[in-house]
């Protein structure tokens, strides 16, 4: 683990055992909040990725869109 990451968990951690009234044997508990809490804010803070739907990067369609397309090729083919 980072160390700079470890030092910020371990401060976190220790603050959310003294808003608690420092009660003993709880410590793992306080630590996997602490981490909880920063790892998620850290991901928060990251650029989102925007996904692209079929339509827009041109990949395949659904099955239904599919089975359409061909029902209008026959049409037109025939009519």
């Not at 371990?10 to 009234?21: H, T």
């Not at 369609?61 to 090729?73: C, E, I």
């Amino acid at each position: 683990m980072d160390q700079a990451l470890e030092t910020r968990i371990r401060q976190r951690a220790y603050e959310i055992w003294d808003a608690l009234g420092r009660p003993e044997g709880e410590a793992g508990a306080h630590w996997l909040a602490a981490e909880r809490e920063l790892l998620m804010a850290s991901m928060a803070s990251m650029p989102r990725v925007k996904r692209t739907t079929a339509k827009q990067d041109g990949s395949r369609k659904s099955p239904r869109q599919a089975k359409l397309a061909r029902t209008r090729a026959r049409k037109m083919a025939v009519g």
